[in-house]
């Protein structure tokens, strides 16, 4: 069966990145996906371009497994040599738009999933999410579907982390800051120069240290992305706006990021969103000791992905490099799937 399902794999992959996906244009990839559950599932579950099915013998009395990967895509960069949308094959590779970020890791969960829907017995239920719009943190991806969900103790969320065990993940914080002076002639002294202030601002940012680290993912990292302030030469602004991206560890929640931030700045500080915290799964967890135990290693990821939508524990794991994911000419080694979907299957019958 575990032949079949790697043919089948690779061929719905193909028909995924022969499909433009997009983020929020997801419909059409969310229509093959079902077409191909319906061959192996009985009942399927669609909101919005969100698809998700729970194993044939589904016992609320157990605990429960989400298995999530993403089948929307980035836009392509103009750097590409192939068409993005043509899935090619060659010495080993499949090329294509969304063949490593996230297709490989959809299709082996998937094929992960079907390999145990008809199983009885399991010591947890296990329900399959392919969530739409990932890519932008949409409001119409996984979490308007995760309150239509059963209660999940803890998830594998398929991303490339080279089949190794992403452990923890940086939650992301983005904030825009402003920085008020009085307008002025530049020619004079008088003007109370808002950019002044936001370097003062600035070099806290690039000098401060979050005195927790953590173990898996190092200090929480500030850097200030944009600026923008003035349309004049002679003219002192009253207002720079500038723009500061953080990485927050597991150490802290998003909430006390900022918190901390808004005591230490003298600027106005507004938070684009809290809900894109850092995320973890202890060590000692069974799935972890599972994987080890299988010669995996662990580590700590600095990239975001629906783990920090999930309140539960969760485990990034999945086929492919995260340094290829973005770039041109995308490809996935099939090998690097059927791989995927050995280990996927391996570390589930060590703890069902």
């Not at 077409?35 to 157990?62: M, P, R, S």
């Not at 969960?109 to 017995?121: I, P, T, W």
């Not at 296990?126 to 943190?137: G, K, N, T």
Request: hydrophobic residues 35%.
């Amino acid at each position: 069966m575990k032949k079949k399902l790697y043919n089948e794999s690779i061929e719905v992959l193909q028909k995924l990145i022969a499909t433009q996906s997009f983020s929020g244009e997801e419909q059409f990839t969310a229509e093959i996906l079902t077409h191909y559950l319906k061959a192996y599932c009985d009942e399927i579950h669609q909101k919005g371009n969100n698809i998700w099915v729970k194993n044939l013998y589904f016992d609320e009395t157990k605990p429960t497994i989400l298995l999530n990967s993403h089948h929307d895509t980035v836009k392509p960069n103009k750097g590409y040599t192939k068409n993005p949308f043509q899935p090619e094959i060659l010495d080993g590779k499949l090329f294509g738009l969304g063949s490593n970020d996230a297709g490989g890791c959809l299709v082996s969960l998937v094929a992960a999933f079907l390999y145990f829907y008809k199983k009885e017995n399991l010591a947890y239920n296990l329900v399959l999410l392919a969530s739409a719009e990932e890519e932008s943190s949409g409001e119409n991806g996984i979490r308007s579907v995760l309150s239509d969900l059963p209660k999940i103790d803890f998830a594998i969320v398929g991303e490339p982390t080279s089949l190794h065990l992403a452990i923890a993940e940086k939650g992301l914080l983005v904030l825009d800051c402003y920085a008020h002076g009085t307008p002025g002639h530049a020619a004079h002294s008088k003007g109370d120069n808002s950019i002044y202030h936001a370097m003062d601002a600035i070099h806290w940012f690039k000098t401060y240290h979050f005195p927790e680290i953590s173990e898996t993912l190092g200090e929480v990292k500030m850097t200030v992305t944009q600026i923008e302030a003035g349309d004049q030469h002679n003219v002192v602004p009253s207002t720079c706006h500038f723009v500061v991206d953080i990485r927050v560890t597991d150490k802290y929640s998003n909430l006390e990021v900022l918190e901390k931030v808004k005591k230490a700045v003298k600027v106005e500080v507004k938070e684009r969103s809290l809900r894109l915290n850092s995320s973890f799964i202890p060590k000692e967890h069974p799935i972890v000791q599972a994987g080890i135990k299988l010669g995996r290693e662990t580590y700590g990821s600095p990239t975001l992905s629906d783990q920090s939508n999930l309140t539960c524990h969760s485990l990034k794991l999945g086929p492919g490099d995260s340094l290829r994911s973005h770039t041109a000419d995308e490809y996935i080694y099939l090998k690097e799937i059927e791989d995927g979907i050995t280990l996927y299957i391996q570390l589930l019958e060590e703890i069902l």
